[in-house]
C-alpha cells in the first residue's frame, strides 16, 4: 500500500476495472499530500471509468488523510459528459478508523463526483468515520457510506451500520436523516 491504497489512481482508458470477492485486512494510509490528496483501501481516486466492488471487505483499516478518505475508495470523480458508474454490492466495512483534517469522509467513499450505486452493504464494528474539519452549524462532510455528494448521484439500498460505530462530524449535521450522506 502506498498513501493512496491498493491502486493510487484509475484514469480514463479503462473502460470498466472489477474488484471481486476480495478481503483487505489492516491495511495503514498516512496521506498528507496537499490538495489531491485522496486515500481509500482500494483506490485512491477514480477518474472517467466504471468501478465495481462486489463482495469486497476491508477489515481494521487506518486512514489517515489530508483530504478525501474512504473505506474503499478516496475521491470517485467522472470530468466528462457521459457519467460513468460506482458500484457496491454486498461490501463491508469493519473495525476501521477513516479519518481526514480537511474535508470528506465516508466508510465507503470520501468525495463522490460521479454516479454511486450502493446496496446490501455494512458499516460494523468498532468503526469511527471523522472529519476534523469543524463544521459548526454547516453540512458535515462525513457520512456513514458516503463524505460529500459534490455531483453525480447516489442510490443507496439494504444497508446496515452497526450501533457500534462512531460518526464525527465536528459538530456538522449530516444531509440525510440516516446519515449516510455527510453532504
Known sequence: FNSNGLVTSIRAGFSSVTFKNLTVSGAKLENKGGDSAASGVFVGDTNTVNVTFDSCTVIGAKINSYKYAGGFIGYAQDVNTTKKTVTFKNCVVSDSNINTTDSSVGGL???????????????????????????????????????????GSASISNITVESTVTLETNNGTTYDTTKYVGR
Not at 112 to 124: A, E, F, S, V
Not at 128 to 150: P, Q, W
Request: glycine letters at 16%.
Open 109 to 151: 467513499v470520501g468525495h463522490n463526483y460521479t454516479d454511486l450505486t450502493i446496496t446490501g452493504c455494512q458499516i460494523k464494528g468498532n468503526t469511527t468515520i471523522k472529519c476534523a474539519e469543524d463544521r459548526t452549524g454547516e453540512d458535515a462532510k462525513a457520512g456513514y457510506l458516503i463524505g460529500t455528494v459534490n455531483g
